[in-house]
């Protein structure tokens, strides 16, 4: 088995975005049994991003190895006072190496320098390795909803912490 490359975080560059939104079609399709409804949420959230952007107070991170987008975080601002962490995503050949712990620190660092004081998030209940980042992180289980989205029946957990 070859060793893997480094993984460098970056700023997105054309193409990324698309990418991203490619990424969580093709893996959640292939992985969970999404159907094509959750690539359009992702591609809603990515445009909304992209035409509301505020530098001073969002961001998103590319992770990149091997010259290949394989994963991404987004921190978008909800209000002045909290951060929202959107769309993690690693593609199956960069997990096990801690990069959605660091892509998740970085968020988090982000945030907190930026004076937000409160960061949430929304996931689903079956999402075992990032619902455990989430713990490690601090991030505290507010609310569990059941609903059918996504071809799929699913139960919808809303997740914060204080910055």
Same mark, same amino acid.
């Given at each position: 088995?070859?060793?893997?490359?480094?993984?460098? !975080?970056?700023?997105?560059?054309?193409? %990324?975005? /698309?990418?991203?939104?490619?990424? =969580?079609?093709?893996?959640?399709? #292939?992985?969970?049994?999404? %159907?094509?409804?959750? @690539?359009?949420?992702?591609? %809603?959230?990515?445009? /909304?991003?992209? #035409?509301?952007?505020?530098?001073? =107070?969002? #961001?998103?991170?590319?992770?990149?190895? %091997?010259?290949? *987008? *394989? /994963?991404?975080?987004?921190?978008?601002?909800?209000?002045?006072?909290?951060?929202?962490?959107?769309?993690?995503?690693? =593609?199956?050949?960069?997990?096990?190496? /801690?990069?959605?712990?660091? !892509?998740?620190?970085?968020?988090?660092?982000?945030? #907190?320098?930026?004076?937000?004081?409160?960061?949430?998030?929304?996931?689903?209940?079956?999402?075992?390795?990032?619902? +455990?980042?989430?713990?490690? @992180?601090?991030?505290?289980?507010?609310?569990?909803?059941?609903? +059918?989205?996504?071809?799929?029946?699913?139960?919808?957990?809303?997740? @914060?912490?204080?910055?």
């Amino acid at each position: 088995m070859r060793k893997k490359s480094p993984v460098k !975080l970056r700023a997105p560059r054309a193409g %990324d975005m /698309g990418r991203v939104v490619q990424m =969580h079609g093709e893996l959640y399709a #292939r992985e969970f049994g999404y %159907d094509w409804t959750f @690539e359009a949420l992702v591609a %809603d959230v990515v445009a /909304g991003f992209v #035409r509301n952007f505020d530098a001073r =107070h969002e #961001r998103c991170w590319t992770a990149e190895m %091997d010259r290949e *987008v *394989v /994963g991404s975080i987004f921190l978008v601002r909800k209000s002045t006072t909290v951060a929202k962490l959107r769309l993690l995503i690693l =593609h199956p050949g960069a997990r096990g190496i /801690g990069l959605g712990k660091r !892509l998740t620190r970085t968020c988090i660092r982000f945030a #907190r320098a930026v004076g937000y004081t409160k960061m949430v998030l929304w996931t689903q209940s079956h999402l075992l390795a990032a619902r +455990a980042i989430y713990k490690v @992180e601090n991030f505290e289980l507010k609310s569990r909803q059941r609903q +059918a989205s996504f071809g799929k029946k699913l139960v919808a957990e809303v997740w @914060e912490m204080a910055l």
